[in-house]
C-alpha cells in the first residue's frame, strides 16, 4: 500500500522463517451487537477471516496465541487505562455480559495470554512465549486497529520480531479508524498485508 507519509516510509520487514498468529482481544464486546466495543459493520469480515488464517496456520503447524484483558473487580490492576476507556470495566472480574469471552474457539494445544493494557507484550509473558517457540514473524490479528493491534504490532517490532498485520482480520469501530491506522502501521511499524498473502506464507512453509 501506498505511505501517506513519503517515499522515506514503508519499507519492508519481510517475513521470516518462524510464523505465529497473535489473535488479539477478539472477543465478544467487539463482535456482539449491544457490546460496548462493537464493530458495527466489520464483524463478520474479521471473524471469517480470523477463522481462515487460523485454520492455515493450524494446516501448517503454525503456533496460535490469544489475548484477552481481564481486570480485578476494583481494576486496580488497570492503571490509568480504564480511566481513559471506562468501557474497560466491562472486562473486570464479575462484570455482567460475558463480554470477555472469546468470539471464536481456540485449539486445545493453543496459548492464551492475559493482559491489562493495550499492548500485548506491556507486562505479559508473550515475548518470552515467542521466543520459547523460535518465533521470528508476529502475525496480527484481532482488534482494535486503532487500539491493541497497533500498539501490539509496535511493540512486537520494539521487542525484535517481525510484525505483519493482516488487513482483513482486525477491525476498527469505523473504516477510516480501521483504514487510517493501517496506513500509519505500514508506514512505521509493521508490514499490512492482504489475508490471501498471508494464507500464502503460511501454506507455504516447508
Do not use: I
Not at 152 to 175: H, I, K, M, N, Q
Amino acid at each position: 500500500m501506498s505511505s501517506p507519509h513519503g517515499s522515506n516510509f514503508a519499507g519492508r520487514v519481510g517475513w521470516g522463517s518462524r510464523p505465529a498468529v497473535v489473535v488479539v482481544d477478539l472477543v465478544r464486546a467487539y463482535t456482539d451487537a449491544g457490546g460496548p466495543f462493537f464493530l458495527d459493520g466489520q464483524q463478520d469480515r474479521v471473524l471469517a477471516a480470523t477463522a481462515d488464517l487460523l485454520a492455515a496456520a493450524r494446516a501448517a503447524a503454525v503456533p496460535v496465541l490469544w489475548t484477552v484483558v481481564r481486570y480485578a473487580p476494583d481494576l486496580a490492576d488497570g492503571g490509568f487505562f480504564p480511566a481513559k476507556v471506562p468501557a474497560l470495566a466491562c472486562f473486570a472480574e464479575g462484570a455482567d455480559g460475558g463480554w470477555g469471552e472469546l468470539a471464536l474457539a481456540p485449539a486445545a494445544d493453543d496459548a492464551l495470554v492475559v493482559k491489562q493494557h493495550a499492548s500485548a507484550f506491556a507486562g505479559t509473558s508473550l515475548a518470552g512465549s515467542l521466543r520459547a517457540r523460535g518465533v521470528d514473524t508476529v502475525v496480527v490479528a484481532g482488534v482494535s486497529t486503532s487500539g491493541c493491534v497497533r500498539a501490539t504490532a509496535t511493540d512486537a517490532l520494539a521487542e525484535g520480531f517481525r510484525p505483519v498485520v493482516v488487513r482483513e482480520a482486525c477491525g476498527d469501530r469505523s473504516e477510516a479508524l480501521h483504514e487510517n491506522n493501517l496506513a500509519d502501521l505500514d508506514a512505521k511499524y509493521a508490514d499490512v498485508v492482504g489475508l490471501a498473502d498471508a494464507l500464502t506464507h503460511l501454506g507455504g512453509r516447508d
